[in-house]
């Protein structure tokens, strides 16, 4: 069965420390997302991207990057980690032309300590 | 003012109640409509898209309200397992935005 999977599960980092979260889909899906949630408010769009080598700024931006150089994988990079990310993030997925059904996977907790 | 608002709950019903969650969004261009469910430290899962006309699945009906920009989602006979996280969800011009959610707990 298709899915979408994050690694790691739960990652503490110290302030300053570069971070990446892997984010892999097996959908084949062109379009991939990465948020993060924070008690309070809704999901916030970070980057996200249409296709490979495609990447798009998203609501917070500011801190993270991602690249994209196949169609499975979208990783998120925190360049360093403040204790203001400390949230859980969500990477999904979704079809060509159907920004409208994600499908999301398990998160990831990091702790910026 | 967030872009999409909702009472955060908690509600907390019986079984077999009918139980009734609203959600205001902002901004007039927005396109389209969702309900996502997202149980308790697990990802969001859509539930249902919300159509002009309103919709229905089983036991859940959505509405759109555009001249008053809002939405709503109407559960009957709720059962244990619904249980959850509601997210209302808007898609403007192409950006997903989510409400920060209305919790239900179903208690027996």
């Known amino acids: 069965d298709a899915e979408i999977t994050q690694s790691p599960r739960h990652k503490i980092t110290e302030t300053g420390r570069q971070v990446t979260l892997a984010c892999h889909q097996t959908?084949?899906?062109?379009?991939m997302f990465w948020y993060r949630q924070d008690l309070g408010h809704g999901l916030r769009l970070i980057h996200y991207?249409?296709?490979?080598?495609?990447?798009n700024k998203g609501e917070v931006s500011d801190g993270y990057s991602v690249s994209r150089s196949n169609t499975e994988d979208l990783p998120l990079t925190l360049e360093s980690a403040a204790s203001s990310q400390t949230s859980v993030y969500f990477c999904?997925?979704?079809?060509?032309?159907?920004?409208?059904?994600?499908?999301f996977g398990p998160g990831t907790r990091l702790t910026v300590t | 003012r967030k872009e999409v608002e909702q009472d955060p709950g908690p509600f907390n019903v019986p079984e077999g109640a009918t139980v009734a969650f609203n959600c205001t969004y902002s901004?007039?261009?927005?396109?389209?409509f969702f309900w996502y469910r997202q149980d308790c430290r697990k990802e969001p899962k859509l539930l249902m898209s919300?159509?002009?006309s309103g919709n229905e699945d089983g036991r859940f009906t959505a509405q759109l309200n555009r001249a008053s920009q809002y939405i709503s989602l109407l559960i009957r006979d709720s059962k244990l397992s619904d249980s959850a996280t509601y997210l209302c969800?808007?898609?403007?011009?192409?950006?997903?935005?989510f409400g920060a959610g209305t919790r239900l707990t179903v208690k027996p």
């Open positions: 999904a997925s979704s079809a060509l032309g159907q920004t409208d059904e994600q499908y």
């Open positions: 991207s249409y296709g490979v080598q495609d990447t």
């Open positions: 969800v808007v898609n403007v011009m192409g950006d997903m935005r």
């Open positions: 919300v159509y002009s």
């Open positions: 959908w084949n899906h062109n379009n």
């Open positions: 901004n007039s261009a927005s396109q389209s």
